[in-house]
């Protein structure tokens, strides 16, 4: 019965909420390095990728990124564990995520103006906006097809408003030519509700994307094109590519994107860890600075192959 409840207080919540044209973006800006330095692309499952990579997960992993969006303007951190999980010998992988996002020393100019029109610099005051966001996902295989979907609870506070919400993605993919090239698609925030402690409900439009990835070789190219599910939508893109050499160390990425000027990468793949580097440099017509991209894997099955050959 609880549940019909639930089911019901969110349709009629969806119907009376206000449809933002900003906003959800939480999760897209906690992408790890390796996708963001080729471009934005999902190459790998992270935040804000397409939930059926999760068929290519093999092993449990632990992933930690950070990064600092426009030279200290904003902060991003991400913790993310990857689990493997079998059930009756089907593959059932479960990925769970915890983003943080903050943005500090935003001037608040609400008391600052005065009856006649002039502005009183001194009551400009200083706040500050925190997100934090959850992501639970896993597959569901149907014959020649990954089925992906995610569950996405977060909570935004800014200056002294709260709101908690709620959101969901739904992604396919296929892979063709001998698991050589795989085609995918994703809706993001399929379902997506905010709710501010004003009583205002907001949300999200729907982004709709689809691409696909081809390996030469040691060659990994990658590209998805979509857009918001609204009237006269931007075009949203992303493509990359990556270059890695079987059993060498050093991993080289780029890419470019509808809202970066191009994005670049270089990783290092370790027997039991990864590390990831990325910077992404502006539009030249956006007064931001570049921002940068550090992430951390750590594999856990061979990180415990360790034991017994530690000896006090």
Partial sequence: MAYRYLILSSVINFLFADIVQFGGELYMDGQNARNIGMGGYSAS????????????????????????????????????????????????PIFISLVSRSVNDIPDTRSAKDSDGSIDYSRIKDISMQELGFTFATIYNMNHYTIGFSIKPFYTGLAEYKAWGISGDFGVMAPFLENRMKLGCKIENIFSLNRWDTGTIESYA????????????????????????KDDPPLNYHAGFEFHKQNEIVIIRGGLSHNNLFSAGIGFALKRLQVDYAYIHPLKTLPFEPSHIMSLAIFLNKLSDLKGKITP
């Fill in 45 to 92: 499952f992270s935040t804000g990728a397409n939930p059926a990579q999760l068929i290519h997960i093999k092993e449990s992993s632990m992933h930690f990124s950070h990064k600092d969006k426009f030279s200290g303007l904003s902060s991003v951190s991400t913790f993310s564990y990857l689990y493997p999980k079998l059930i009756h010998g089907i593959q059932y």
């Fill in 206 to 229: 729907p982004l709709f994307i689809g691409g696909g990835q081809i390996q030469l070789k040691s060659l990994l190219l990658g590209i998805e094109v979509g857009s918001r599910l």
